[in-house]
C-alpha cells in the first residue's frame, strides 16, 4: 500500500494542515470542486494556472503554511472539507448495495492513455478522456477498478499556431513530483519496481500511483537512472512514432502492467483492455498462469479469456496496430519458449485465419485473448462486424460476436457553475451517483426564464475566456492587422455561438463550413441573426493534411469581411474542452460516416443545455431525434459506405440548409417576453432525456452487470479440470472436422410450420460436441432465423435432425454445423463453421 501522503511533500505540514495533503491527492478534485477554494486561498495565481491542487501545495512557502495554519477561517474551511471527504469515502455506493458479492478481485483496467486532468498531461484525445471519465464514474458508483497506464515524461505535444498558420509542437518535461501522483511503496517503504525483459537486457519500470476517488491508477516509468538511455526514454512520449519504441511501450504497459498486479497480490476478476495497445497484459496473464500451475498455453488460455473484455474503439482496419513480424519474432522469441508455444502459433494469433502476412496485427491478439468483445456504439458494432469478418470466414455479419456499450461522459466534470446548480435544485446533490432513475428539470421550479439565463451567463463566461486567450496568441503572433478581432473583441455576448473543437485530420471533415466560404460568410455577417464560430484542435505532428487544415482555417480568420466572426484557440486541451462545451449554444461534429466510433465531444454539452449539429454517426445515430438536435444525412448506413470524399459536397450543402433555415432562425425566434420558446423546448428534451442516457454512469452500470459480473462467473466455471476437458474436445474436433458432411435434406408441411430434416454424418465425433443449426435470412417472408435442431437417432455414423420453422421455400434454409459446448463463447473461442452446400 502507498505510504502516507505527507511523506513526499517538500516540507512538512503544520498539525492544524494535517490532511491538505491527502485531499490534494485525490483527483477527486477535478470534477468535485468544493475544495476549490481552498487551493485559491493558498496560491490563487497557481491555482488559475495550473489547476493542480498538489503543485499548489509544493509551490507554497513554509511561512505562508504557517500562516494558514493561524487562520481560523481557513482551518473551518479545511475541516468543513476534510469532514466531506471523509463522509465520501464512508457512503454507501450503488455497486455496494447492488453487487456487494461480487467481483471481489477487482476489474483490471488497462488503458495506453488516460485524460483526468489537463494537469495530468496523459493522453491525446478521445480514448484518454474515455478513460479518465470511466474512472471517475466508476468511483462514483463504488465499482472496484484498478486501472493500469504509463507515466509520460512528455506525454501529447502541446501546440502553438504561428502568423503563417502552421502548428508549431512543443514537447515539455513532466515533472512527476510536480503531478498529483506519489510513488507506490510497499510494505518496507521501498519504490515498487517490476522489470520486462528486452532483447539483451531488463528494464526497470518505476511506479507511481494516482487516486481517483474510489479507484487507483496505476503508472508504469522506464525513466529509472539504471535503465540504460535509450530505455529511460520508452515512456518520453505517447503513441511514438518509431514502430520499435511503440512496440516496447505495449510491453512495458502490457508484461510490466500485470506482472505489477501480481506483485501487488492482485488477482482480478476481470481484466478490461481499451484497444489492442494492451494485448499483451492477456498474454502475460496466460504466462503467469502457466508458470504457476503447470497448465499448456491453449489450457491457460481457456482459463483465462472468460473474464477478459476486449473494447474495440476503432472504425477502420488502417488504425488497428500493426508490428512487423520480424520485429515480433526478435522481441518475443525467448519469452514464448516459456510457455510452450511456438514462434508461428503465436504469430498466427496476430493475424487473419490461414493467411500469413508481414504484420503482427494486436487487435486481432486481443480478440483471440477474450472471451467477450465490445464496439462503443451500434453504429460501431456494425463497422466492427465488417472489420474482423476476416476471422470468422464463412459467419454471416449478424453472427460476428461484437456486443456494443455506447460510450458515455462523466457528467460532474463537464457541467458548469451554473447548469450545476440547477440541476442540483432539480435532482439534488449525488445525482450522477446512483442509477438515474429520477434526473428531470421540471418546468414549475426550473422555468423558461432560468434555463435561458444559465445559458447566457454560459455564453458571456465563454467571450471572456476567448478573448483572455486570443490576446496572449495576438501578442505573441501579431495574428492579423486588426487586433479587435484578433483578440475576440469583436465576439457578440449575445450571437448563436458555434463549437467545432477535436483532433484535426482529414475523415473528421473540419473544413467542411469552407466548402462554400461566400454561403459561410453571409451566416456570419448577417447583422439581425449574426452567427460565430469557435474552433480548437491539433493536427498529429506527422499529419500533413491535418496542419494544412489549420492553415487553411487561419488564412480564413485573417480576412477582413470576416469581421472576427471565427476564432481559433491554439493548444487544445481537458481545460479549454470544458470552456467550450460549457458556453457554445451548439456543438458542430462533421466526421466521414462511419468513421465516428462514437464522438462523445457532443455528449459533454449535454448537462449544460448546448444542442448537437452532427453528422449522423456514432452516438448521435442512436440519439438524435427532430426535438433535440439536429442530424446531418440521416439516411446514412452502412450500405452507402463514404471511406471518401463521395459525399463531402452533399453533407456541406445540408449542413448549410440546416443552419440557414433551422438552426439560426430556431435560436432568434423571440417572443413577446423576449424568450426562444421553441429553442428552449429543445434544451430542455435534450438535457432530460438524453444527459442521463449519455453518461459514463450508464456506461460503467452496463459494463458491470451485462460484462463484468457475468464474465466473473464464467471465469469462475472454467476450473482446471473443466479447462482440460476443453482442449480435449476442441483437439478431438480439430481431428474429425475435415471428415463431417451432409446428407439428405427434406421438408414436411404441418400447419403453418415446415418440419425439415436433415442427415449429417459424424464418423466417431460424439454429437453432443456439435450444434446443427437451421438459417434463413430475412426476407419477404419474415425476419432472419436461426433455430436450433434436434437430434434423433444414428446408424452407421449418420444422425438424424429435426426442427420446425416458419413456412419459407426450402432452399431458404440452410443448415449448419458449429460447436456445440455452451461453456464457449462461440464463435469467438471456437469460429468454425460448416454450411451444407
Given at each position: 500500500?502507498?505510504?502516507?501522503?505527507?511523506?513526499?511533500?517538500h516540507?512538512?505540514?503544520?498539525?492544524?494542515?494535517?490532511?491538505?495533503?491527502?485531499?490534494?491527492?485525490?483527483?477527486?478534485?477535478?470534477?468535485?470542486h468544493?475544495?476549490?477554494?481552498?487551493?485559491?486561498?493558498?496560491?490563487?495565481?497557481?491555482?488559475?494556472?495550473?489547476?493542480?491542487?498538489?503543485?499548489?501545495?509544493?509551490?507554497?512557502?513554509?511561512?505562508?503554511l504557517?500562516?494558514?495554519?493561524?487562520?481560523?477561517?481557513?482551518?473551518?474551511?479545511?475541516?468543513?472539507?476534510?469532514?466531506?471527504?471523509?463522509?465520501?469515502?464512508?457512503?454507501?455506493?450503488?455497486?455496494?448495495?447492488?453487487?456487494?458479492?461480487?467481483?471481489?478481485?477487482?476489474?483490471?483496467?488497462?488503458?495506453?492513455?488516460?485524460?483526468?486532468?489537463?494537469?495530468?498531461?496523459?493522453?491525446?484525445?478521445?480514448?484518454?478522456?474515455?478513460?479518465?471519465?470511466?474512472?471517475?464514474?466508476?468511483?462514483?458508483?463504488?465499482?472496484?477498478?484498478?486501472?493500469?497506464?504509463l507515466l509520460?515524461?512528455?506525454?501529447?505535444?502541446?501546440?502553438?499556431?504561428?502568423?503563417?498558420?502552421?502548428?508549431?509542437?512543443?514537447?515539455?518535461?513532466?515533472?512527476?513530483?510536480?503531478?498529483?501522483?506519489?510513488?507506490?511503496?510497499?510494505?518496507?517503504?521501498?519504490?515498487?519496481?517490476?522489470?520486462?525483459?528486452?532483447?539483451?537486457?531488463?528494464?526497470r519500470?518505476?511506479?507511481?500511483?494516482?487516486?481517483?476517488?474510489?479507484?487507483?491508477?496505476?503508472l508504469?516509468?522506464?525513466?529509472?537512472?539504471?535503465n540504460?538511455?535509450?530505455?529511460?526514454?520508452?515512456?518520453s512520449?505517447?503513441?511514438?512514432?518509431?514502430?520499435?519504441?511503440?512496440?516496447?511501450?505495449?510491453?512495458?504497459?502490457?508484461?510490466?502492467?500485470?506482472?505489477?498486479?501480481?506483485?501487488?497480490?492482485?488477482?482480478?476478476?476481470?481484466?478490461?483492455?481499451?484497444?489492442?495497445?494492451?494485448?499483451?497484459?492477456?498474454?502475460?496473464?496466460?504466462?503467469?498462469?502457466?508458470?504457476?500451475?503447470?497448465?499448456?498455453?491453449?489450457?491457460?488460455?481457456?482459463?483465462?479469456?472468460?473474464?477478459?473484455?476486449?473494447?474495440?474503439h476503432?472504425?477502420?482496419?488502417?488504425?488497428?496496430?500493426?508490428?512487423?513480424?520480424?520485429?515480433?519474432?526478435?522481441?518475443?522469441s525467448?519469452?514464448?519458449?516459456?510457455?510452450?508455444?511456438?514462434?508461428?502459433?503465436?504469430?498466427?494469433?496476430?493475424?487473419?485465419?490461414?493467411?500469413?502476412?508481414?504484420?503482427?496485427?494486436?487487435?486481432?491478439?486481443?480478440?483471440?485473448?477474450?472471451?467477450r468483445?465490445?464496439?462503443v456504439?451500434?453504429?460501431?458494432?456494425?463497422?466492427?462486424?465488417?472489420?474482423?469478418s476476416?476471422?470468422?470466414?464463412?459467419?454471416?455479419?449478424?453472427?460476428?460476436?461484437?456486443?456494443?456499450?455506447?460510450?458515455?461522459?462523466?457528467?460532474?466534470?463537464?457541467?458548469?457553475?451554473?447548469?450545476?446548480?440547477?440541476?442540483?435544485?432539480?435532482?439534488?446533490?449525488?445525482?450522477w451517483?446512483?442509477?438515474?432513475?429520477?434526473?428531470?428539470?421540471?418546468?414549475?421550479?426550473?422555468?423558461?426564464?432560468?434555463?435561458?439565463?444559465?445559458?447566457?451567463?454560459?455564453?458571456?463566461?465563454?467571450?471572456?475566456?476567448?478573448?483572455?486567450?486570443?490576446?496572449?496568441?495576438?501578442?505573441?503572433?501579431?495574428?492579423?492587422?486588426?487586433?479587435?478581432?484578433?483578440?475576440?473583441?469583436?465576439?457578440?455576448?449575445?450571437?448563436?455561438?458555434?463549437?467545432?473543437?477535436?483532433?484535426?485530420?482529414?475523415?473528421?471533415?473540419?473544413?467542411?463550413?469552407?466548402?462554400?466560404?461566400?454561403?459561410?460568410?453571409?451566416?456570419?455577417?448577417?447583422?439581425?441573426?449574426?452567427?460565430?464560430?469557435?474552433?480548437?484542435?491539433?493536427?498529429?505532428?506527422?499529419?500533413?493534411?491535418?496542419?494544412?487544415?489549420?492553415?487553411?482555417?487561419?488564412?480564413?480568420?485573417?480576412?477582413s469581411?470576416?469581421?472576427?466572426?471565427?476564432?481559433?484557440?491554439?493548444?487544445?486541451?481537458?481545460?479549454?474542452?470544458?470552456?467550450?462545451?460549457?458556453?457554445?449554444?451548439?456543438?458542430?461534429?462533421?466526421?466521414?460516416?462511419?468513421?465516428?466510433?462514437?464522438?462523445?465531444?457532443?455528449?459533454?454539452?449535454?448537462?449544460n443545455?448546448?444542442?448537437?449539429?452532427s453528422?449522423?454517426d456514432g452516438?448521435?445515430?442512436?440519439?438524435?431525434?427532430?426535438?433535440?438536435?439536429?442530424?446531418?444525412r440521416?439516411?446514412?448506413?452502412?450500405?452507402?459506405?463514404?471511406?471518401?470524399?463521395?459525399?463531402?459536397e452533399?453533407?456541406?450543402?445540408?449542413?448549410?440548409?440546416?443552419?440557414?433555415?433551422q438552426?439560426?432562425?430556431?435560436?432568434?425566434?423571440f417572443?413577446?417576453?423576449?424568450?426562444?420558446?421553441?429553442?428552449l423546448?429543445?434544451?430542455?428534451?435534450?438535457?432530460?432525456?438524453?444527459?442521463?442516457?449519455?453518461?459514463?454512469?450508464r456506461?460503467?452500470?452496463?459494463?458491470?452487470?451485462?460484462?463484468?459480473?457475468?464474465?466473473?462467473?464464467r471465469?469462475?466455471?472454467?476450473?482446471?479440470?473443466?479447462?482440460?476437458?476443453?482442449?480435449?474436445?476442441?483437439?478431438?474436433?480439430?481431428?474429425?472436422?475435415?471428415?463431417?458432411?451432409?446428407?439428405?435434406?427434406?421438408?414436411?408441411?404441418?400447419?403453418?410450420?415446415?418440419?425439415?430434416?436433415?442427415?449429417?454424418?459424424?464418423?466417431?465425433?460424439?454429437?453432443?460436441?456439435?450444434?446443427?443449426?437451421?438459417?434463413?435470412?430475412?426476407?419477404?417472408?419474415?425476419?432472419?432465423?436461426v433455430?436450433?435442431?434436434?437430434?434423433?437417432?444414428?446408424?452407421?455414423?449418420?444422425?438424424l435432425?429435426?426442427?420446425?420453422?416458419?413456412?419459407?421455400?426450402?432452399?431458404?434454409?440452410?443448415?449448419?454445423?458449429?460447436?456445440?459446448?455452451?461453456?464457449?463463447?462461440?464463435?469467438?473461442e471456437?469460429?468454425?463453421?460448416?454450411?451444407?452446400?
Amino acid at each position: 500500500m502507498p505510504a502516507p501522503a505527507g511523506l513526499y511533500l517538500h516540507w512538512k505540514l503544520p498539525g492544524e494542515l494535517t490532511g491538505l495533503a491527502d485531499l490534494a491527492l485525490d483527483l477527486r478534485w477535478t470534477w468535485h470542486h468544493g475544495s476549490d477554494v481552498l487551493w485559491r486561498t493558498i496560491d490563487h495565481e497557481c491555482w488559475d494556472a495550473t489547476h493542480n491542487a498538489w503543485l499548489v501545495l509544493n509551490s507554497v512557502s513554509g511561512k505562508q503554511l504557517l500562516t494558514l495554519a493561524e487562520d481560523a477561517d481557513f482551518i473551518a474551511l479545511l475541516t468543513a472539507q476534510l469532514a466531506a471527504y471523509d463522509e465520501f469515502c464512508q457512503s454507501a455506493t450503488w455497486f455496494g448495495a447492488a453487487y456487494p458479492e461480487t467481483l471481489k478481485g477487482q476489474v483490471a483496467y488497462f488503458c495506453m492513455e488516460y485524460g483526468l486532468a489537463a494537469c495530468l498531461p496523459l493522453y491525446s484525445g478521445g480514448l484518454g478522456v474515455l478513460a479518465g471519465d470511466a474512472l471517475k464514474a466508476a468511483s462514483d458508483l463504488g465499482v472496484p477498478v484498478i486501472a493500469v497506464g504509463l507515466l509520460y515524461q512528455q506525454g501529447y505535444f502541446r501546440q502553438e499556431v504561428n502568423t503563417d498558420g502552421e502548428q508549431v509542437e512543443f514537447y515539455p518535461y513532466n515533472d512527476p513530483t510536480m503531478l498529483p501522483l506519489m510513488p507506490l511503496r510497499d510494505d518496507q517503504e521501498d519504490w515498487v519496481r517490476v522489470a520486462v525483459d528486452l532483447p539483451g537486457r531488463s528494464v526497470r519500470l518505476r511506479v507511481w500511483i494516482a487516486r481517483i476517488g474510489r479507484c487507483r491508477l496505476l503508472l508504469l516509468d522506464s525513466n529509472d537512472p539504471r535503465n540504460e538511455p535509450k530505455d529511460r526514454g520508452i515512456t518520453s512520449e505517447l503513441y511514438s512514432g518509431d514502430s520499435e519504441k511503440r512496440l516496447q511501450q505495449e510491453m512495458m504497459l502490457g508484461l510490466g502492467g500485470w506482472r505489477l498486479l501480481q506483485r501487488m497480490g492482485i488477482q482480478p476478476s476481470v481484466v478490461h483492455i481499451n484497444e489492442g495497445h494492451c494485448a499483451f497484459a492477456l498474454l502475460e496473464q496466460i504466462r503467469a498462469l502457466c508458470n504457476a500451475t503447470g497448465m499448456g498455453f491453449e489450457a491457460a488460455r481457456l482459463a483465462t479469456r472468460a473474464a477478459n473484455l476486449f473494447t474495440t474503439h476503432t472504425s477502420v482496419a488502417s488504425g488497428f496496430d500493426l508490428f512487423p513480424v520480424k520485429l515480433i519474432s526478435q522481441y518475443f522469441s525467448d519469452y514464448l519458449r516459456e510457455v510452450g508455444l511456438g514462434l508461428d502459433d503465436f504469430l498466427q494469433l496476430g493475424q487473419a485465419g490461414g493467411r500469413f502476412s508481414d504484420d503482427f496485427n494486436m487487435s486481432y491478439l486481443a480478440i483471440r485473448l477474450s472471451g467477450r468483445l465490445n464496439a462503443v456504439s451500434r453504429v460501431h458494432q456494425e463497422v466492427s462486424r465488417h472489420i474482423f469478418s476476416d476471422l470468422f470466414p464463412q459467419w454471416p455479419l449478424d453472427d460476428i460476436p461484437v456486443d456494443y456499450v455506447t460510450n458515455g461522459i462523466h457528467t460532474p466534470s463537464w457541467d458548469s457553475p451554473e447548469a450545476d446548480a440547477i440541476w442540483t435544485e432539480a435532482c439534488g446533490k449525488n445525482r450522477w451517483c446512483g442509477s438515474l432513475e429520477k434526473i428531470y428539470l421540471p418546468s414549475v421550479s426550473i422555468s423558461d426564464e432560468r434555463l435561458w439565463e444559465m445559458r447566457s451567463k454560459q455564453r458571456h463566461r465563454l467571450i471572456r475566456f476567448l478573448r483572455g486567450r486570443l490576446h496572449t496568441q495576438h501578442c505573441e503572433h501579431g495574428n492579423g492587422t486588426n487586433a479587435e478581432a484578433s483578440c475576440g473583441l469583436l465576439l457578440d455576448n449575445e450571437a448563436l455561438t458555434l463549437g467545432f473543437a477535436r483532433r484535426f485530420t482529414d475523415y473528421k471533415r473540419p473544413d467542411l463550413l469552407l466548402r462554400d466560404e461566400s454561403r459561410l460568410l453571409r451566416l456570419l455577417n448577417d447583422r439581425d441573426r449574426p452567427l460565430q464560430v469557435v474552433m480548437a484542435g491539433k493536427a498529429h505532428p506527422n499529419d500533413l493534411h491535418g496542419k494544412a487544415l489549420i492553415r487553411r482555417w487561419k488564412q480564413f480568420i485573417k480576412r477582413s469581411d470576416m469581421h472576427g466572426r471565427v476564432v481559433f484557440i491554439d493548444d487544445y486541451d481537458l481545460d479549454v474542452a470544458t470552456e467550450l462545451i460549457q458556453g457554445v449554444d451548439v456543438w458542430l461534429n462533421t466526421p466521414r460516416h462511419p468513421w465516428e466510433a462514437c464522438g462523445t465531444s457532443g455528449m459533454k454539452v449535454l448537462v449544460n443545455g448546448g444542442l448537437n449539429l452532427s453528422q449522423f454517426d456514432g452516438w448521435w445515430a442512436e440519439a438524435w431525434r427532430p426535438d433535440v438536435g439536429w442530424a446531418i444525412r440521416r439516411d446514412a448506413s452502412l450500405f452507402r459506405l463514404s471511406n471518401s470524399s463521395e459525399y463531402d459536397e452533399e453533407d456541406a450543402t445540408e449542413l448549410f440548409t440546416l443552419l440557414e433555415q433551422q438552426v439560426i432562425p430556431g435560436f432568434y425566434d423571440f417572443d413577446s417576453a423576449g424568450l426562444p420558446r421553441k429553442w428552449l423546448a429543445m434544451i430542455r428534451n435534450s438535457m432530460e432525456t438524453l444527459t442521463p442516457l449519455y453518461s459514463a454512469n450508464r456506461m460503467v452500470r452496463e459494463y458491470t452487470e451485462q460484462f463484468y459480473i457475468p464474465m466473473e462467473k464464467r471465469r469462475q466455471e472454467r476450473s482446471a479440470q473443466h479447462t482440460q476437458s476443453l482442449v480435449l474436445q476442441l483437439q478431438q474436433l480439430q481431428k474429425q472436422w475435415p471428415l463431417l458432411r451432409f446428407g439428405l435434406m427434406d421438408c414436411v408441411e404441418h400447419g403453418d410450420n415446415l418440419e425439415v430434416s436433415v442427415q449429417v454424418y459424424m464418423d466417431e465425433l460424439d454429437p453432443g460436441l456439435l450444434k446443427l443449426e437451421l438459417v434463413a435470412d430475412e426476407s419477404e417472408y419474415g425476419g432472419r432465423v436461426v433455430m436450433e435442431m434436434r437430434g434423433e437417432h444414428a446408424m452407421s455414423g449418420n444422425y438424424l435432425f429435426r426442427c420446425r420453422v416458419p413456412i419459407r421455400p426450402l432452399e431458404h434454409y440452410t443448415p449448419r454445423l458449429v460447436v456445440g459446448d455452451c461453456r464457449l463463447n462461440l464463435p469467438l473461442e471456437d469460429p468454425r463453421i460448416l454450411w451444407r452446400s
